[in-house]
Nanobody, 126 residues
Framework: QVQLVESGGGAVQAGGSPRVSCAASGCTFSDYAMGWFRQAPGKEREFVAA????????YYAASMKGRFTISRDNAKNTVYLQMNSLKPEDTAVYYCAARYTRSPFPSGLGNTYEYWGQGTQVTVSS
């Protein structure tokens, strides 16, 4: 059973640059594409970024591109989301997700991911 555990969230000031991590276990990590999604209070879950199994291809939501960077370390079974220039509207629970595929085309669709972490809260204050 694939398990995903996010960490690195917390309270940050606007303009801050935290990095959240997601450690995977119970799988061959390099068989999985990974994605980050977020859900703000009272809003639907939205796509943030995705990365293919190798780390060679990434895909971002238009509103995140340029501020957020997704990366992975297959030797550590971990995917990262570096967030820069955070705004209060970035406040959300951030979830990582895993999709069993070696396609080079990362997906931004939540229903294509089979496994989800429990999420980590990121709160941005002004």
């Amino acid at each position: 059973q694939v398990q995903l555990v996010e960490s690195g969230g917390g309270a940050v000031q606007a303009g801050g640059s935290p990095r959240v991590s997601c450690a995977a276990s119970g799988c061959t990590f390099s068989d999985y594409a990974m994605g980050w999604f977020r859900q703000a209070p009272g809003k639907e879950r939205e796509f943030v970024a995705a990365i293919d199994w190798s780390g060679g291809n990434t895909y971002y939501a238009a509103s995140m591109k340029g501020r957020f960077t997704i990366s992975r370390d297959n030797a550590k079974n971990t995917v990262y989301l570096q967030m820069n220039s955070l705004k209060p509207e970035d406040t959300a629970v951030y979830y990582c997700a895993a999709r069993y595929t070696r396609s080079p085309f990362p997906s931004g669709l939540g229903n294509t991911y089979e496994y989800w972490g429990q999420g980590t809260q990121v709160t941005v204050s002004s």
